[in-house]
C-alpha cells in the first residue's frame, strides 16, 4: 500500500495567518482525502483532493477557508487560512484507491 | 449520507479475552468495510478490510464479519494482549469515495 509522507508534523500559528500542509505519496493514488480529527474524537472528512481540478468540500468546509491543492497523483496541500484558535486540530491526509487506503502521519496545529 | 454508529463507545477486557466491535451503516451501496487502528499520536493504521461479496474474513487474532442485510460488521480480537490497546474505527464506503469514521472505540486490555 502508498506511503504517504507529511509536513510538517507540528507547527503553533499565530491567528489570522495561514498555514500549508503537504503530503507527498510514493505512488499515483487515484484518491485524496484531508481529515481533521480533534483530540480524542473521530475523523471528520473535510474535502476530497480532485486532481486537476477544484476539490469537494464537506458540509460546513469552504474553500476560501481551507483551500486544496492536488497538480498530479502524488502530491497535495491543504491550507488552512486566517487561523484561529478553533482550528487548533489535527490534520491528516488520506490517499488510496479501490485495494484501500492509508494516512499521513498528521499535522498538529495549534493557533495562539 | 453515509451514517456510521459504532458501539460500544469503550470496552476493557482482560489480557487472553475477546473483545468484539460493532459498526453499523445506513449506505446500502457501502461494499468496502475497514477497520482501523490508532494508538496515541499516531496515524490510522489499517488492520483488516472485507468486501461485500465475502461474509467473513480472518488474519491470526482478528477477524471481521459482515452482515450485509443487516448493515453491520463486526471486528473481532482473540487472545487480546496489552498491545492491543488503542482506538479503533470503523469506515464504511462505496469503492471511489472517502471512508467515513465512526465515533470509534476505546479498548483497553489489562494484563
Known amino acids: 500500500s502508498a506511503v504517504i509522507s507529511q509536513k510538517p508534523s507540528r507547527d503553533i500559528c499565530q491567528r489570522g495567518t495561514s498555514l500549508t500542509i503537504q503530503c507527498q505519496v510514493d505512488?499515483?493514488?487515484?484518491?485524496m482525502f484531508w481529515y481533521r480529527q480533534q483530540p480524542g474524537q473521530s475523523l471528520t472528512l473535510i474535502a476530497t483532493?480532485?486532481?486537476?481540478?477544484?476539490?469537494?468540500?464537506e458540509s460546513g468546509f469552504v474553500i476560501d477557508k481551507f483551500p486544496i491543492s492536488r497538480p498530479n497523483l502524488t502530491f497535495s496541500t491543504l491550507t488552512v487560512s486566517n487561523m484561529s484558535p478553533e482550528d487548533s486540530s489535527i490534520y491528516l491526509c488520506?490517499?488510496?484507491?479501490?485495494?484501500?487506503?492509508?494516512f499521513g502521519s498528521g499535522t498538529r496545529l495549534t493557533v495562539v | 449520507g453515509e451514517n456510521v454508529e459504532q458501539h460500544p463507545s469503550t470496552l476493557s477486557v482482560q489480557e487472553g479475552d475477546s473483545a468484539v466491535i460493532k459498526c453499523t451503516y445506513s449506505?446500502?451501496?457501502?461494499?468496502?468495510f475497514p477497520w482501523y487502528k490508532q494508538e496515541l499520536g499516531k496515524r490510522p493504521q489499517l488492520i483488516i478490510d472485507?468486501?461485500?461479496?465475502?461474509g467473513e474474513k480472518k488474519d491470526q487474532r482478528i477477524a471481521v464479519t459482515l452482515n450485509k442485510t443487516a448493515k453491520h460488521f463486526s471486528l473481532h480480537i482473540t487472545e487480546t494482549q496489552p498491545e492491543d490497546s488503542a482506538v479503533y474505527f470503523c469506515?464504511?464506503?462505496?469503492?471511489?469515495?472517502?471512508?467515513?469514521f465512526g465515533k470509534g472505540t476505546t479498548l483497553s486490555v489489562s494484563s
Open positions: 488520506s490517499g488510496g484507491d479501490d485495494y484501500g487506503y492509508t
Open positions: 505512488s499515483q493514488v487515484t484518491m
Open positions: 483532493a480532485n486532481q486537476g481540478s477544484e476539490a469537494t468540500y
Open positions: 449506505d446500502s451501496a457501502s461494499n468496502y
Open positions: 472485507i468486501r461485500s461479496n465475502v
Open positions: 469506515a464504511p464506503n462505496q469503492a471511489g469515495t472517502a471512508l467515513i
